[in-house]
């Protein structure tokens, strides 16, 4: 059973920046495309990012120009790099496959973006 662990969240002023890593416990992220999601409270959980295995990236529009997903395949692990964040990018944030697989959702981390 693959493991996802999410880390890097935090408390961060409008404005600043987070660096969030997901580890897998097996070579799922060399195989399959990789995904950053979000879920705010009170909403449903949304996509953000995505990195397939030739590199190719796609964003939400809500994200574009400020957030950067890439990985490392040596170490199975995927990273989101959250610049200029805004208050409502307040969320826990969950890494799976793209699309996603019920089986691979961790316990996320937590961002919140408050002065």
């Known amino acids: 059973q693959v493991q996802l662990v999410e880390s890097g969240g935090g408390l961060v002023q409008p404005g600043g920046s987070l660096r969030l890593s997901c580890v897998a416990s097996?070579?799922?992220?060399?195989?399959?495309?990789s995904a950053w999601y979000r879920q705010a409270p009170g909403k449903q959980r949304e996509f953000v990012a995505v990195?397939?295995?030739?590199?190719?990236?796609n964003y939400a529009e809500s994200v574009k120009g400020r957030f950067a997903i890439s990985r490392d395949n040596a170490k199975n692990t995927v990273y989101l790099q959250m610049n200029s964040l805004k208050p409502e990018d307040t969320a826990v944030y969950y890494c799976?496959?793209?699309?996603?697989?019920?089986?691979?959702w961790g316990q996320g981390t937590q961002v919140t973006v408050s002065s």
């Open positions: 799976n496959t793209n699309p996603a697989d019920a089986a691979y």
């Open positions: 097996g070579r799922i992220f060399s195989i399959n495309p």
């Open positions: 990195i397939n295995s030739a590199g190719r990236t």
